[in-house]
């Protein structure tokens, strides 16, 4: 079925792209002014908050709950400066540079070679969260006015 829905929108992207690309403009101004105007800063966080995203026992947390510290750490599976390099393609000193930066201004914590998600990171990003979920919102309403044969960039 995801195969299917890929050929579909490949298919019909012309008519799709409209929906998608907006709303990720958007999540990409909000990261680069959420990040200081740095978006290669940004992409390095997102690597580091997706670990924690990732992790089976944050699906149960409450966002609220988070963002207001009645949960203290956040549970999350780790990364390191090389693994975010290869999946990237940022050059790995930018990343360690970055990540530096980013344990610095405590959005990311380093114990040894891993890195993790903090909750000031979590918070901090309250201003990218809005346009994840547009875009999100607006991906959905694309491929569905496609089932619907309808105009998937309008709304």
């Known amino acids: 079925m995801p195969n299917d829905l890929l050929s579909r929108l490949r298919e019909d992207y012309t008519r799709v792209a409209k929906g998608f690309v907006g709303p990720l403009l958007d999540v990409l101004a909000a990261g680069r002014e959420a990040c200081g105007?740095?978006?290669d800063r940004f992409h390095v966080l997102l690597v580091i908050a997706q670990r924690t995203a990732e992790d089976r026992r944050t699906a149960g947390l409450n966002l609220d709950d988070l963002l207001e510290g009645r949960v203290e750490d956040l549970p999350s599976l780790?990364?390191?400066?090389?693994?975010i390099a290869e999946s990237t393609g940022i050059p790995k000193e930018t990343v360690r540079r970055k990540v530096a930066a980013?344990?610095?201004d405590g959005l990311v914590r380093r114990e040894g070679n891993e890195l993790s998600y903090t909750r000031l990171g979590l918070q901090?990003?309250?201003?990218?969260?809005?346009?994840i979920l547009r875009f999100a919102v607006r991906g959905h309403?694309?491929?569905?006015?496609?089932d619907l044969d309808e105009d998937p960039g309008a709304g």
């Open 37 to 39: 105007g740095d978006l």
């Open 78 to 83: 780790t990364t390191n400066v090389r693994s």
């Open 102 to 104: 980013l344990v610095a």
């Open 124 to 131: 901090r990003l309250s201003s990218v969260r809005e346009p």
């Open 141 to 146: 309403q694309a491929v569905t006015a496609l």
